[in-house]
């Protein structure tokens, strides 16, 4: 080999022993800015060894963690994905698109890479876990709600369910309901009677697409024995911290005696917003409604409450709402008039009116303040929500408040008139543990508006079976 050929290789070999060196400096630079968590000049770094290497194994496996702390986690499962293509026994890339699937919500998918890691190493402690973590969430789910209401309508009613969840895979999930409405109407000579239901819904994700779909059916039998198909479909799409949603449902009224003989139902079409974190949460939503007779309504309601104070013993809200409510026909009606004598002659006159057989608004609309509170009373949970403020709608008047005859006389047709009033609701729950997995809730309400009157009780309990 001639002398000029040796200086040759000799630069060659310089000259890679000093790219290789440059390149494992600049690995190093970049592990030691993501491990200072530096994530943005991390992934900067990344970015460049990778224009000038694409096929750095190291750099590529980098540059998905540094993704994954980042939260950017669709990007970072196209990194793994990338490394798998060539590499399908790439066991560190596996484990990184199982992290950025788990972490992003597709348990479906995650707990399949995460088993394949498993395959290879059996030993992977945080593998297992992660496995173990989401077969844990599907667990059967036992749950039971019920409450009564004594209200000022001459109906009362009380309602108990038990509920079954199961999963058949990590993102679909079945629930079974049964339950049964006890009402009583003495007042009116109705007695007391029992409406059972039954219903089967289930939901499913589409993580690739942010898409989360709930269909429900429900069969409700009245207490004259007739049975009704009920139920809906909801299809939400979903992003870190809101969602958008399309609901569409059928539902029972039971609000008057007169209900249950006309079957009385509504299917409400709602548009939603909702968006949630840590310190704050808002949802608006619009509302189409079509009433079993044929009456059409609308509806839009929105509120925003946030956290104004936070520490080991609870925390509290405050926040407030908007909602209005209109029925192109009231359903109010008139069922009794009387007179009482004044001095001088003249009469008093008062109307009893009712609505019949469900609620249809006048031009409503509602303001209101929220305060929220939180307080960690040991083992138990009480949560705490009072809402109050001012309202509007139209009244209907039937007849005159006062006049000369005892027989009291009435309007040709209602007559609309403004109302203003003050609606308030206060409520509280407490939440504690029972035996094994289980939790209870218990709770009280109070509302009240020009309208209408209202006290709850209401328990529950959940827990995996």
Known sequence: MTPHRVAIL?????????????????????????????????EQQYRDILRRDPTSH???????????????????ASVYRSVLAHAPGDIDARKGLATALYWSGDYRNARRQYAAVLRARPDD??????????????????????????????????????????????????????????LAARTLGF?????????????????????????????????DGT??????????????????????????????????????????????WSRSSDASSSAAALHAIRSFDGNSGRAADG??????????????????SVSYRDSDDSRFRLIGASAAPLPGGAFAYSYTARYEPYWTPQDLVELRGIVAAT?????????????????????????????????VPLFATPVSVSRTFHPWRASADVVFPLRGPFVATLGVEHQATVFYRADSIHFGFSGRL
């Not at 750099?59 to 669709?74: D, I, P």
């Not at 013993?313 to 405050?318: E, I, K, M």
């Not at 929500?385 to 000369?404: C, E, K, N, V």
Request: avoid cysteine; charged fraction near 20%; glycine fraction near 8%.
């Open 125 to 182: 402690a945080e593998s297992r876990k992660a496995v173990a973590d989401i077969d844990a969430a599907m667990a059967p789910l036992l749950t039971s709600e019920n409450d009564a209401l004594r209200d000022d309508q001459p109906m009362q009613r009380a309602k108990a369910t038990l509920a079954y969840t199961f999963f058949t895979d990590p993102l679909t999930k079945w629930t079974a309901t049964a339950g049964t409405y006890a």
């Open 303 to 320: 509120y925003h409450l946030a956290r104004v104070a936070h520490g080991s013993r609870g925390s509290l809200s405050a926040g407030a």
């Open 227 to 272: 049975t009704k198909p009920l139920g809906g479909v909801t299809l939400t799409r979903e992003w870190q911290h809101s969602s958008v949603s399309l609901d569409i449902d059928r539902h029972e009224l039971l609000y008057t005696a007169s209900s249950l003989a006309a079957h009385a139902s509504e299917t409400t079409t709602t548009l939603g």
């Open 10 to 42: 000799l630069t060659l070999a310089v000259l890679l022993a000093s790219g290789t060196a440059r390149a494992a400096d600049e690995l190093t630079s970049a592990q030691q800015s993501a491990w200072q968590k530096r994530f943005a000049e991390a």
């Open 191 to 223: 007695g007391s009677a029992t409406a059972p239901f039954v219903s089967i819904a289930g939901s499913t994700s589409l993580p690739s697409a942010r898409l989360r779909v709930r269909g429900a059916l429900r069969l409700f039998r009245f207490p």
């Open 375 to 407: 307080v960690n009373a040991g083992r138990a949970t009480v949560h705490l929500h009072a809402d109050g403020g001012i309202g509007h709608d139209r009244d209907l008047l039937f007849g005159p408040s006062a006049g000369t005859t005892a027989g």
């Open 58 to 76: 190291a750099a590529a496996l980098g540059f998905g963690q540094v993704l994954l702390w980042e939260q950017h986690y669709a990007d970072a």
